[in-house]
């Protein structure tokens, strides 16, 4: 994996992860609490870490933070 938290204007989203890379708002200077996953589909599968909700194709639980979304 690589780190694009710190040098993401040098990188392009091709990347040559492994398997999957976190990218989160607070090191692009953003609001908190936002942040996505990068992964390719056949290398790693995902399992949710706390179940309910259907949010994320039910990977993940809770409600979207729409407006920290839509800034990042």
Request: include cysteine; glycine fraction near 12%.
């Amino acid at each position: 994996m690589f780190r694009l938290l710190k040098n993401y204007h040098y990188l392009s989203l091709k990347s040559e992860a492994d398997y999957a890379d976190f990218f989160g708002s607070l090191k692009f200077y953003w609001s908190k609490g936002v942040g996505f996953l990068y992964r390719r589909k056949r290398r790693a599968p995902l399992r949710p870490l706390v179940i309910g909700g259907g949010q994320e194709s039910n990977i993940r639980a809770g409600t979207e933070n729409i407006s920290g979304i839509c800034r990042f």
